[in-house]
């Protein structure tokens, strides 16, 4: 099948992310949102050209044809034009259900959809649809045009086909494609809520800072980023979800710290409002503890 016209369904950060990633290798994307902030994602998504942009990573001229292959609707009747779907919107069981079953009416029936779900199971979303086949798990992991890996999970009755398509659309975007077997959480997920939920409790405790946590973490495993900045990134009230549907599938261990659900009350989001466990600019770049002790002393 030949895949020009890509939809994704869900302009928060993973859908945009996928949307900027396919737009760079090709593709024409729509992105569909009822969400308040999704009119905002084309200028996130120009935001996060920039940012290449200002490290040489692309030209002006290349931003300016990424930009034009993706455009934003509230109508869901588009969704007949595409030629794959990606649904990117949150872990949400009857949410995700229901965007399924309304696509799977309206794309064509050879169109096949890929969920991006992390904590929800492939072959129970294939419930709700009549193409059970040609629905397959594909968890990229934000920020999608830079993590180079991405789980493959195939439903109970994933054709040969469909996992196919995906592994083909996957590698398109430069992503490594793992295929690991059908399990809430995956990989990914699981494991970063264990870490970042243990190290909330470090600084709960008063064992250390968000800052120390990170950067002893960050620099002992040779990451670029920690699992605090992770979080951050992805949103801790994500990260809560993750940990509540993890906590109703596996049990106690996977409860969240008291600390995360206090910043999630507290609108303390991570990068979305600027603060989460650690700060970041307007530009989304994290403030340093030294950065921030100096903007401190200057606003005295």
């Known amino acids: 099948m030949d895949i020009r016209r890509v939809a994704v369904l869900g302009a928060g950060r993973l859908g945009r992310g996928i949307a900027e990633c396919a737009a760079s290798k090709g593709y024409d994307v729509v992105l569909f949102s009822q969400g308040a902030g999704g009119q905002d994602a084309l200028r996130r998504i120009e935001k996060s050209l920039d940012r290449k942009l200002a490290k040489w990573a692309i030209t002006e001229s290349e931003k300016r044809l990424i930009l034009g292959r993706i455009s934003y609707t509230l109508d869901l009747k588009e969704l007949s034009k595409a ?18 079953r309304t696509a799977d009416h309206l794309c064509r029936p050879e169109v096949v959809f890929i969920s991006t779900t992390s904590t929800l199971q492939i072959s129970e979303l294939a419930r709700g ?6 629905l397959v798990g594909l968890h990229f992991i934000p920020p999608v045009p830079e993590v180079p890996v991405a789980e ?9 086909q469909t996992a196919d398509i995906a592994k083909q659309f996957a590698t398109k975007l430069g992503k490594k494609v793992v295929e690991i077997r059908e399990s809430p959480g995956l990989v990914n997920p699981r494991t970063l809520a264990v870490l970042v939920n243990e190290a909330a409790y470090l ?27 992770m979080a951050d990134r992805l949103g801790l ?33 991570g990068v979305k409002t600027r603060l989460g466990f650690l700060a970041y600019n307007e530009d989304d770049a994290l403030i340093t503890e030294a950065e921030g002790k100096k903007e401190g002393k200057q606003e005295d």
């Open 237 to 269: 009230d994500l990260v809560l979800n993750w940990m509540e549907q993890l906590q109703d599938e596996f049990g106690p261990r996977y409860a969240p710290c008291p600390l995360i659900r206090r910043y999630v009350r507290e609108r303390r989001l």
């Open 152 to 160: 493959l999970v195939r439903g109970a009755h994933t054709s040969e």
């Open 129 to 134: 649809i009549n193409r059970t086949e040609l």
């Open 203 to 229: 600084i709960d405790e008063g064992v250390c800072t968000a800052q120390q946590a990170e950067q002893i973490i960050k620099d002992s495993w040779g990451m670029n980023q920690g699992p605090l900045e």
């Open 83 to 100: 030629d794959l779907l990606v649904e990117a919107t949150i872990d949400h069981f009857y949410t995700k259900q229901e965007l399924l």
